[in-house]
């Protein structure tokens, strides 16, 4: 009898793990480790259904056993969100991979959940095509991942989000529905658009098991460009000028800190003689600030965020503004860095979303996250907290809903009553 | 009712009621002329808190309402439910702000399409969805049937467009989608109101974004023989790694007909590609001689490129004028609204015609070519017995030929009342029901436009599947159908 088996291991029953194995394979169902925990809590069991009517089947009957759901890819941004209320499996995609359909011709592809995007990638290159987004750690995070974090990068400013570039989904429901909606066509309006309704939902409405992309082309030829600033408000002023210019630009950010002066990225996508002449464009833009030919690694700043040795007295945290308010939201970071005493570093896209890393004492950065989120969302923006260190005292993850949340709920309610999937990880305790 | 007029009254005043039956007639139909029911009134509030007090009225007598536009919607998305009544929205068309720096606008739900760009085109931004009937169209008919238009390809949807929404639920409260901020917390409830076609509460306001003018944007026109290789022309153009701003093609009938009605100085030929290119003017001059060439390969003998704006818009005038123009060739058509994936364009388009001959009936052919987008039009004379249905026939099946194609019954009409039907053809009753659950979150009692989008309309806390009558229904006050 091995782990996952033993009754007492699990608190399982085990007639309930037999039918789990005889769905699965009995080679598919683990006793979890501590390495499965969710943000401090220990699940049982991890089960890696290879269909998605395994899938569906085995969150039927966890859901008819009263049993909490956490779906997982490659577990890359599990601790986002709230600890989960309960859980007691994992439900991996790992398995569901396969590119189902590539339909070059016609711009779209099909993919299973657990695929990566490095994988998906690579594939859709072959035909000089992408899934236009830049998520954190492509070699690793899954479609499924991405999608219910919603998670997207610099490539957002022209090409939009996750919302805009799904365009068919099918989710297992709690009780075990299989339901697909949208379709394989750029262009569709019938029925309700519940692609977008699963995506950013953390799992908590159902499972994604697949999805279908609009695609792009890959770019002939790419520039990137950094600009120095003296100060945020030279850096804001440049951000907007260029949003208001001829420019095309495909993405552009900047970096600010507490101890560098802030510069900004931009890229250019096009044929060669589209970039020359913007690049004479963005020069006589750019009037006295030095313009230097950037590296295309500037585009993977983001993941530098993550990278810490220290993350006992490190917080992250995706932040929300205006465009035109990204120094004034800099210049109160700095005074509440500066009270708290944290240091801090941001980086801010041209679209107002930004990502802010916090290094100090625990209390300290609950103490800067929480003034700031005030603060931001007196001013219709939004923090959510996405890496809390465990000692930092507790911290809602997500901050206000607003007077949409009692909707929020009944739609909550309606697709997953019993909350068996991610119970209590989702804003105002969904 | 009496007395429920009476307060519908108070609300809106004596000239924001509307309730003898010759005023009310203007109200039976959408653009959809086809279906035509009487609502019991019609109310056209003034405020968000005219809308709530009216919505809160309808959820206490449980009156279904529907929520209008313009009028302009093609599916029948506007037309009244029985012994409900119509909430127009035309008299809430105040553009509240417009916030230069952050390229957002906020509009109430009657602003006029094209007045979002005619406010803000000074400043050399505009608006990008555009809809056909752009100049009369309203912004919340447009969020109601998440509508695109020629430009969507490189610029996208309604959707894409629709940052925030101030929406009175059914029950009559005040909730708020989104933001001028991206990604708020929470569900994207704005994603799925958007293209709800009115069935899960009334948009009060709108928060949208503007997009900046290109540096240049040029229109070129390539004559081929026939609507085969102007497609084969398309698909080198994607292959390319180009995304043009829009490609529209027509046929040789939707030429004729565009002619006839606004000269639009078109090439007479079998397949017409219209193909537009944006963005900075040494990236779209190096990209135009790129498109000239595929043209070239692909057979067209004339290839125009408009010289000033003034040609260009009367090229856009043509196309936009399309549907309307068949009248001019045909006393009544149908216009159908499919979606396939493009690269099944020369298989579908053999079916319609081998359909069209079968059937005796003209179909003339306008095509959102680069995304796929169909719009057929179906021609016949009602006055000859029996062409109207056989038309209506020859449009659904139309229909079916995207569904098996692997494509949608509809890119941007809707589904409204009209091709309720054909979902379930479309989508699996799993798929449905699990919608039904998103709008049962919305609107359990059903009174928000309950009649429209899904096939069989299910009771809120019916379980799907093995028939149970709701209580309601055994009481004898609804029926299912």
């Known amino acids: 009898m091995d782990a996952a088996t033993k009754p007492e291991a699990s608190g399982l029953h085990s007639a309930l793990r037999h039918k789990f194995m005889a769905i699965v394979g009995n080679e598919n169902v683990h006793a979890a480790t501590a390495a499965d925990a969710v943000a401090g809590v220990q699940p049982k069991l991890v089960i890696e259904p290879g269909a998605e009517r395994e899938l569906a089947e085995i969150l039927r009957l966890s859901n008819e056993a009263g049993l909490a759901v956490i779906p997982r890819g490659n577990g890359t941004k599990l601790g986002w969100g709230n600890p989960p209320t309960r859980a007691d499996l994992i439900l991996s995609t790992t398995r569901l991979n396969e590119i189902i359909e590539h339909a070059w011709a016609d711009l779209t592809v099909t993919v299973e959940a657990g695929c990566t995007i490095q994988r998906l990638q690579e594939t859709l290159a072959q035909h000089g095509q992408r899934l236009a987004l830049d998520p954190l750690w492509p070699e690793k995070a899954t479609i499924g991942g991405v999608l219910s974090a919603n998670d997207s990068g610099a490539l957002r400013l022209r090409f939009g989000a996750l919302r805009d570039l799904i365009i068919g989904a099918t989710i297992a429901l709690a009780d075990g529905t299989l339901a697909s909606s949208g379709g394989k066509v750029v262009k569709n309006v019938a029925g309700y658009d519940l692609p977008k309704l699963v995506t950013g939902a953390l799992g908590t409405l159902g499972v994604i098991t697949r999805a279908v992309f609009r695609l792009h082309p890959l770019p002939r030829n790419t520039r990137s460009f950094s600009v120095a600033a003296a100060s945020a408000e030279e850096a804001k002023r440049f951000v907007v000028a260029v949003q208001d210019s001829k420019l095309a630009h495909t993405s552009l950010q900047c970096h600010f800190s507490d101890d560098t002066s802030p510069v900004s990225d931009i890229l250019f996508e096009g044929t060669e003689a589209g970039l020359a002449a913007q690049e004479n464009q963005l020069r006589d833009l750019a009037e006295h600030a030095a313009v230097s030919e950037a590296s295309r690694s500037t585009w993977t700043a983001r993941e530098e965020l993550w990278d810490f040795s220290d993350r006992p007295c490190t917080a992250i945290a995706k932040i929300s503004i205006l465009p035109a308010s990204m120094a004034r939201t800099m210049k109160l970071v700095e005074n509440i860095a500066n009270r708290q005493q944290v240091r801090w570093r941001a980086l801010v896209y041209a679209t107002g979303l930004g990502w802010l890393r916090l290094e100090g004492k625990p209390e300290a950065l609950r103490g800067a996250l929480h003034e700031l989120r005030s603060e931001l969302e007196a001013q219709h923006g939004s923090l959510v907290a996405l890496h809390r260190p465990e000692k930092m005292p507790a911290f809602d993850a997500w901050g206000s809903a607003g007077d949409a949340l009692p909707l929020m709920k009944a739609v909550k309610q309606q697709m997953d009553p019993k909350s068996t999937l991610n119970p209590g990880r989702f804003v105002g305790g969904i | ?481």
């Open chain 2, 1 to 481: 009712m009496g007395h429920t007029f009476d307060e519908l009254r108070a609300i809106v005043g004596d000239r924001g009621l509307i309730s003898s039956a010759e005023e009310l007639h203007t109200y039976e139909c959408d653009g959809l002329t086809n279906f035509r029911v009487m609502p019991r009134a019609v109310v056209l509030p003034n405020t968000t808190e005219q809308v709530q007090a009216v919505v809160r009225i309808c959820h206490r007598e449980r009156m279904p309402f529907v929520a209008r536009g313009s009028g302009t919607g093609l599916s029948g998305g506007a037309l009244p439910v029985e012994n409900g009544i119509v909430i127009s929205l035309a008299r809430m068309n105040r553009i509240l702000e417009v916030d230069f720096p952050n390229a957002r606008v906020v509009v109430e739900p009657g602003v006029i399409n094209l007045d979002v760009t005619g406010r803000v085109s000074p400043q050399d931004y505009f608006y990008a969805p555009d809809p056909s009937s752009q100049s009369i169209c309203s912004i919340g008919g447009n969020v109601a049937e998440n509508s695109g238009g020629a430009h969507c390809l490189k610029y996208g949807f309604t959707t894409t467009h629709v940052l925030g929404l101030e929406v009175v639920l059914p029950d009559g409260s005040l909730v708020h989608f989104g933001g001028k901020t991206l990604d708020a917390p929470g569900y994207d409830l704005a994603g799925v109101f958007v293209g709800s076609e009115g069935t899960l509460g009334v948009a009060t306001k709108i928060i949208l974004r503007i997009v900046k003018r290109p540096e240049c944007v040029r229109t070129l026109l390539a004559a081929f023989p026939s609507t085969n290789e102007a497609g084969a022309a398309v698909s080198d153009i994607i292959a390319e790694g180009m995304l043009p701003a829009a490609i529209e093609m027509m046929d040789n009938l939707a030429i004729q007909a565009a002619e006839a009605a606004v000269h639009a100085n078109y090439p007479n030929c079998g397949g017409l590609l219209l193909v537009e290119l944006d963005g900075p003017v040494a990236e779209v001059d190096a990209l135009m001689t790129e498109v000239k060439k595929i043209c070239s390969s692909n057979g067209a003998p004339e290839i125009r490129v408009a010289q000033s704006d003034a040609e260009r818009a009367l090229v856009w005038k043509g196309r936009k004028a399309a549907f309307a123009a068949m009248g001019r060739i045909s006393p009544n058509y149908i216009v159908q609204d499919g979606v396939i994936p493009r690269t099944a364009l020369p298989q579908v388009m053999s079916e319609i015609e081998r359909l069209s001959q079968a059937g005796g009936l003209r179909v003339a052919n306008v095509f959102h070519a680069g995304d796929g987008n169909l719009h057929p039009l179906v021609l016949y004379d009602r006055r000859i017995a029996g062409q109207e249905e056989a038309a209506e026939a020859l449009s659904s099946q139309i229909l079916e030929l995207c569904i098996a194609a692997g494509g949608s019954i509809t890119g941007e009409h809707g589904v409204g009342e009209d091709k309720k039907k054909m979902m379930a053809k479309m989508f699996a009753e799993p798929d449905l029901a699990t919608m039904q659950r998103v709008r049962c979150a919305f609107d359990p009692l059903q009174l928000s436009n309950p009649t429209k989008v899904f096939p069989t309309p299910r009771l809120c806390g019916e379980k799907p599947g093995e028939y149970v009558p709701h209580s309601a229904e055994s009481a004898g006050i609804a029926e299912r159908y």
